[in-house]
């Protein structure tokens, strides 16, 4: 094995949120190594699977400023109204983005084009010490620096000393474990299954959240007039609809959803994923620091997992952008800290909502429905919980990183929107 690279960030994980990361420090000054296990276009690359992704204006405006916005936007479906209902009851709301002063509440996707879009762009860092297809398989926190052991894809290691170790690698985490950060799993017992669905008639930019008996279930519109379906259900029943032959799955899915969005003709390939929520008690450690679903993977019902964890790497790009400039040590406990209190009411605020959304409408206690339909009604009459819930699609709560406001991360002169 060869002399150890010496690196001032290495970021594990060259998913959604580590490619995003890398990206942003594109530039920076900083020396930057990228561990991932799989090419982004790669059948099994994890994060750049078949899904989509639902991302709001913030997250759009960190990847305008991160130039990959005008290199995804062709294939990004619209969200211009959300209906939201419960199935077999009379409650619903629905959320116009122009009654909001917005032109869009988000975007829908697919999760290989922000991959295509993130990766084209880190084609263009030379200097970016790139080990792919690898794979970290141990990491030690020392004092100066975090040690990293690193497998190829040919069987050949290589050892990488970085002053700040950043954990992107999704919610089973190498990092975590290897650092010993103990985290939680709570299993919400459901598994989502998601397809590509075609109705008799192309959409009107409107994304469908219905809360059926099973689980919730989403329609989100895509770029050329069809939707995703992400339906969480039992894991028997995801089993089954998995299995199941197209026309009975389309039948199935008419009865919970209803007409509202036409007649259901076609369905793609279906895919199901297991839904836990994994928090880590700590997000930080000496010379490391865990973001995106290594730091909090959640239930997809809101549709904020990701929007979260790029909160998360435009963050720490921030910090670490400051920290150059100022000439402080990139992983050192002034900056992890720094991080760390930035980030937390966002982190707890999206996960409490999250979870919080997904168990108030599995809750079948007497009572409780007919709450779920004063709720809706009231949220329905109400403009001022209607101009909230609006600006989570910016971000949830505490401080906005530069780059979601259109802010390159030099510029110290901008103010919120
Ligand atoms: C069905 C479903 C629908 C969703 N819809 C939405 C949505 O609409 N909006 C939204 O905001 N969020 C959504 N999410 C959540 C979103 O997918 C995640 O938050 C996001 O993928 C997290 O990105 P990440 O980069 O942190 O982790 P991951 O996507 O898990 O990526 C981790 C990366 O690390 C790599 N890796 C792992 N271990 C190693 C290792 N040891 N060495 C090297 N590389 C490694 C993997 O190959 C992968 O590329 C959804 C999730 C699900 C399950």
């Known amino acids: 094995m060869s002399a150890p690279v010496e690196v001032d960030v290495a970021i594990a994980g060259g998913g959604m949120v580590g490619a995003s990361l890398a990206l942003a420090l594109q530039g920076s000054g900083l020396a930057v190594a990228l561990i991932e296990g799989h090419a982004p276009d790669a059948a099994a690359q994890p994060s750049f699977d078949e899904r989509t992704t639902a991302i709001g204006n913030g997250s759009r405006a960190v990847f305008e400023a991160l130039g990959a916005w005008p290199r995804m936007r062709a294939e990004a479906g619209v969200i211009r109204a959300i209906h939201v209902s419960d199935a077999g009851r009379f409650g619903f709301a629905r959320l116009v983005a122009a009654e909001q002063g917005l032109e869009a509440f988000g975007y829908v996707l697919p999760n290989r084009a922000i991959g295509r879009a993130l990766w084209q762009g880190l084609a263009a860092t030379p200097q970016l010490a790139l080990y792919m297809p690898a794979r970290l398989i141990e990491a030690r926190s020392l004092d100066s620096h975090a040690s990293l052991a690193i497998e190829r894809g040919d069987g050949t290691r290589a050892t990488v000393h970085a002053r700040l170790l950043v954990a992107a690698d999704g919610a089973q985490s190498t990092v975590r474990a290897a650092l010993g950060l103990p985290s939680h799993v709570e299993d919400y017992g459901q598994v989502a299954v998601v397809a590509n669905l075609a109705a008799d008639r192309p959409h009107d930019g409107t994304a469908y959240e219905r809360f059926t008996p099973v689980g919730p279930l989403a329609l989100l519109p895509l770029a050329d007039g069809s939707y995703t379906v992400v339906w969480a259900r039992t894991p028997d029943d995801a089993a089954q609809a998995l299995a199941m032959p197209e026309a009975q799955f389309l039948a199935g899915l008419q009865r919970r959803f209803g007409w509202r969005a036409g007649r259901f003709v076609r369905v793609g390939r279906r895919h ?84 919080g959304l997904v168990k108030l409408f599995r809750d079948e206690r007497p009572g409780v429905g007919a709450l779920r339909d004063l709720g809706l009604l009231l949220f329905d009459l109400a403009p001022p919980a209607k101009r909230a819930l609006a600006r989570v699609s910016w971000g949830f709560a505490g401080r906005l990183p530069r780059l979601a406001r259109g802010l390159d991360l030099a510029d110290r002169s901008g103010t919120p929107p």
Do not use: K, M, W
């Not at 019902?301 to 000439?327: H, I, P, S, Y």
């Not at 009411?345 to 999206?350: E, K, L, Q």
């Open 272 to 355: 199901g994923y297991p839904l836990a929520l994994t928090r880590s008690d700590a997000t930080h450690a000496p010379r490391a620091v865990l973001i995106g679903n290594a730091a909090q993977a959640l239930h997809p019902v809101a549709g904020q997992g990701f929007n979260l964890g790029l909160r998360d790497a435009a963050t720490l790009a921030e910090c670490l952008v400051e920290a150059r400039r100022g000439g402080g040590d990139p992983g050192g406990e002034a900056l992890l800290a720094r991080f760390a209190a930035l980030r937390a009411a966002d982190r707890s605020g999206v996960t409490r909502f999250t979870d």
